[in-house]
Nanobody, 120 residues
Framework: EVQLVESGGGSVQAGGSLRLSCSIS???????VGWFRQVPGKEREGVAC????????EFADFVGGRFTIPYDAGRDMVHLQMTRLKPEDTAVYYC??????????????WGQGTQVTVSS
C-alpha cells in the first residue's frame, strides 16, 4: 500500500512560488511528517518537519522564512508552500513520516518524490 503520495512539483522561475502536497494514507499511524529534498550526488536533507502531538515545527536554515508547512489533519494532507524560490532549491522533494518522538525529522516512511526545478 502506498502511504505517502506527493504532488505539485514542477518548474518555476527564480522568485516564484510553488506548493507541494502530500496525501497521507488514513491507515498510516505516524507521529510526525515533514519534507526533505535531494539533489544528485548529495545526501537527502530535511527542509521542514512537524510533529502534531508536540506542536514542534522546525525548518532548515536555508529556508530563511520562505517556506511554510501547512498541515491538514482532517484531510490527511501536509503541504510545503514555497515562496521566493532560488535555483539552489532545485531538487527532488520527498514527503516522509516518522513513528516516534525520538525519530523527529527522520523519515521512517517515504513518498516517491516530486521534482522541483527553479530556473534563473
Amino acid at each position: 500500500e502506498v502511504q505517502l503520495v506527493e504532488s505539485g512539483g514542477g518548474s518555476v522561475q527564480a522568485g516564484g512560488s510553488l506548493r507541494l502536497s502530500c496525501s497521507i494514507s488514513p491507515t498510516l499511524e505516524y507521529y510526525g511528517v515533514g519534507w526533505f529534498r535531494q539533489v544528485p550526488g548529495k545526501e537527502r536533507e530535511g527542509v521542514a518537519c512537524f510533529s502534531p502531538p508536540e506542536s514542534r515545527l522546525e525548518f532548515a536554515d536555508f529556508v530563511g522564512g520562505r517556506f511554510t508547512i501547512p498541515y491538514d489533519a482532517g484531510r490527511d494532507m501536509v503541504h510545503l508552500q514555497m515562496t521566493r524560490l532560488k535555483p539552489e532549491d532545485t531538487a527532488v522533494y520527498y514527503c516522509a513520516a516518522w513513528s516516534s518522538r525520538a525519530n523527529f525529522c527522520k523519515g521512517d516512511i517515504w513518498g516517491q518524490g516530486t521534482q522541483v526545478t527553479v530556473s534563473s
